[in-house]
């Protein structure tokens, strides 16, 4: 996105600009006269407006409070035939905009004019705006493509299918609508919403589809699976912390078995479904085709081992599934962690990410064993983040997760151990305590990191990468075994990251590197009598 207008780092320059009509004084891009001049040109460089950004909450509480300021700037937008987004939320305004409100509906009255938008994110609603009756002209006279609104309520569900309904359905391009309601006061109910879902049905083109914190229920179940059926093409569907029960998740999931072009589902904090719910639903789901399903997203939910059995076996063929996320369904035991690891036997599995930190941890020592020994049957490839707690996982696991990324038998088993995956932890207090002895002696460990936290200010897998230098082409020769007895592992951090650095196409080189430089010593195994007359390589 191009920003507004850029102000130099330079104080000097700061300091020179005589603009009056600067709205924002200070570093960074703002909305100033030569910004307004821009818009009145319409200049053809000037595509987008996002007043988002933190440092420009003062701009936009001055635009808010100066009706000429508003008046100017929202008709420069409405004449404007090259601006083709905007962004202005007003989130961090509230109080401006409850003595100001008069001044944003003159502003987006002038906006309304406009016909060359096709991206509109107010970000935020305040509870008693008119925005969308105060847009719509520019819903039906403009070919919008994106819409997103905050803090929603009923009443703007209401007005915003109403728009909607009056335009063209024919040539409408409206490819992404996302809401984010409150269920607080006038909420995005079950009755207001099956309405806006039964215009969307209309909408052949629209592409993703968000709508988060409502109290919808059963009858919007029933729209969104009949919208799910009818001919669409939706590839995103989000429903994040909705009101939905045991009987219209099992409505909804009707829909879903009939779709084959969705390729990300997020359900995160499904709170009203209950375990037995989700069983259901993965059951209804079973028969599924769903062949487009790439990214599943199930945080904060009821789901138990049951429910994941039946996911596993849903998904044990499938050679789509990308990204999976599990956290915090603290129902989930060792048992259920390890009969997902089944997923992982699938040789031509796709999963490239999946995140189950839960706060029971349950991920132990048996199931950190599970996973590693189904990715090393599988010699899986794909999966690069596996993210997980590990407050109950001893020696024993850590040892099989170890081995998994940096298996030391002999030069070869290390060479084809798995220098893809990136093993990332959450880590809570005084975690170092519960960590492998040989890991231990980093007290100063960060109580609250990832795998690749810092050490003295650094990455770990810089500081590994920085002693291997420092050993390999420092001293002339290096002791390979004692860099793999390191504190911490590092040797473990760095064969991991030069992989992954490997597949981004960095520099590095990664098996080839790593393989070249573990052969050219012939201290750090015990290998042939040709391996031990090798020269280190300078």
């Known amino acids: 996105m191009e920003e507004l207008d850029e102000r130099s780092n330079n104080r000097e320059d700061s300091d020179n600009d005589d603009d009056d009509n600067t709205f924002y004084e200070g570093t960074g891009y703002i909305l100033s006269g030569k910004a307004l001049e821009k818009l009145q040109s319409n200049d053809p460089k000037l595509t987008s407006i996002n007043l988002g950004e933190e440092f420009q909450v003062e701009c936009l509480r001055h635009l808010l409070e100066t009706k000429e300021l508003c008046v100017k700037a929202g008709k420069f937008i409405g004449n404007n035939t090259h601006l083709k987004s905007l962004y202005i939320p007003v989130e961090n305004c509230q109080d401006v905009m409850n003595e100001h409100s008069e001044n944003f509906h003159k502003f987006l009255m002038a906006v309304a004019n406009n016909r060359s938008l096709t991206v509109l994110d107010l970000g935020y609603l305040p509870d008693d705006s008119d925005a969308v009756n105060i847009l719509a002209p520019l819903f039906k006279n403009n070919a919008l493509t994106a819409i997103s609104f905050e803090n929603c309520n009923s009443t703007h569900i209401k007005l915003l299918a109403s728009s909607l309904r009056r335009i063209n359905n024919e040539r409408g391009t409206l490819k992404h609508l996302r809401l984010e309601g409150t269920r607080e006061g006038d909420a995005v109910d079950d009755l207001s919403t099956p309405k806006l879902i039964k215009t969307l049905i209309k909408y052949h083109c629209l592409e993703t589809f968000t709508l988060n914190w409502t109290t919808i229920n059963e009858r919007s179940s029933r729209a969104l699976s009949n919208m799910l059926r009818n001919d669409c093409i939706l590839r995103e569907l989000t429903?994040?912390?909705?009101?939905?029960?045991?009987?219209?998740?099992?409505?909804?999931?009707?829909?879903?078995?009939?779709?084959?072009?969705?390729?990300?589902?997020?359900?995160?904090?499904?709170?009203?479904?209950?375990?037995?719910?989700?069983?259901?639903?993965?059951?209804?789901?079973?028969?599924?085709?769903?062949?487009?399903?790439?990214?599943?997203?199930?945080?904060?939910?009821?789901?138990?081992?049951?429910?994941?059995?039946?996911?596993?076996?849903?998904?044990?063929?499938?050679?789509?599934?990308?990204?999976?996320?599990?956290?915090?369904?603290?129902?989930?035991?060792?048992?259920?962690?390890?009969?997902?690891?089944?997923?992982?036997?699938?040789?031509?599995?796709?999963?490239?990410?999946?995140?189950?930190?839960?706060?029971?941890?349950?991920?132990?020592?048996?199931?950190?064993?599970?996973?590693?020994?189904?990715?090393?049957?599988?010699?899986?490839?794909?999966?690069?983040?596996?993210?997980?707690?590990?407050?109950?996982?001893?020696?024993?696991?850590?040892?099989?997760?170890?081995?998994?990324?940096?298996?030391?038998?002999?030069?070869?088993?290390?060479?084809?151990?798995?220098?893809?995956?990136?093993?990332?932890?959450?880590?809570?207090?005084?975690?170092?305590?519960?960590?492998?002895?040989?890991?231990?002696?980093?007290?100063?460990?960060?109580?609250?990191?990832?795998?690749?936290?810092?050490?003295?200010?650094?990455?770990?897998?810089?500081?590994?990468?920085?002693?291997?230098?420092?050993?390999?082409?420092?001293?002339?020769?290096?002791?390979?075994?004692?860099?793999?007895?390191?504190?911490?592992?590092?040797?473990?951090?760095?064969?991991?990251?030069?992989?992954?650095?490997?597949?981004?196409?960095?520099?590095?080189?990664?098996?080839?590197?790593?393989?070249?430089?573990?052969?050219?010593?012939?201290?750090?195994?015990?290998?042939?009598?040709?391996?031990?007359?090798?020269?280190?390589?300078?």
Request: proline share 2%; aromatic share 10%; glycine share 4%.
């Open 239 to 538: 429903l994040e912390a909705n009101e939905f029960d045991d009987e219209s998740f099992s409505i909804f999931a009707n829909g879903l078995l009939e779709n084959s072009t969705l390729k990300i589902l997020n359900l995160k904090r499904s709170e009203y479904v209950s375990a037995e719910g989700w069983v259901n639903f993965f059951s209804i789901l079973r028969p599924a085709k769903m062949g487009a399903l790439h990214t599943i997203c199930l945080d904060n939910n009821n789901i138990n081992d049951e429910g994941v059995a039946i996911f596993a076996e849903l998904f044990a063929n499938s050679h789509t599934l990308k990204k999976l996320s599990l956290s915090q369904n603290n129902s989930i035991t060792t048992v259920g962690w390890q009969t997902l690891a089944s997923l992982l036997l699938n040789t031509k599995s796709a999963i490239h990410s999946i995140n189950i930190i839960n706060e029971n941890n349950s991920f132990d020592d048996d199931a950190a064993i599970a996973w590693a020994n189904a990715l090393s049957i599988s010699k899986n490839a794909k999966l690069k983040i596996l993210e997980f707690i590990p407050l109950t996982i001893s020696d024993r696991g850590w040892s099989a997760l170890e081995n998994l990324v940096c298996n030391k038998t002999s030069v070869n088993s290390l060479y084809d151990s798995n220098h893809i995956i990136q093993l990332q932890w959450l880590m809570k207090t005084d975690l170092y305590k519960l960590l492998p002895k040989g890991m231990r002696s980093y007290k100063s460990f960060e109580r609250h990191c990832r795998f690749y936290t810092t050490f003295e200010g650094r990455p770990l897998h810089e500081v590994a990468l920085h002693k291997i230098i420092q050993f390999y082409f420092k001293k002339g020769k290096a002791n390979m075994k004692e860099l793999l007895d390191m504190e911490l592992n590092l040797m473990v951090h760095a064969i991991s990251r030069i992989g992954s650095r490997s597949v981004s196409g960095c520099e590095f080189g990664g098996r080839t590197l790593l393989y070249q430089l573990i052969r050219s010593v012939p201290s750090l195994f015990d290998v042939s009598s040709n391996m031990k007359k090798r020269k280190v390589v300078e």
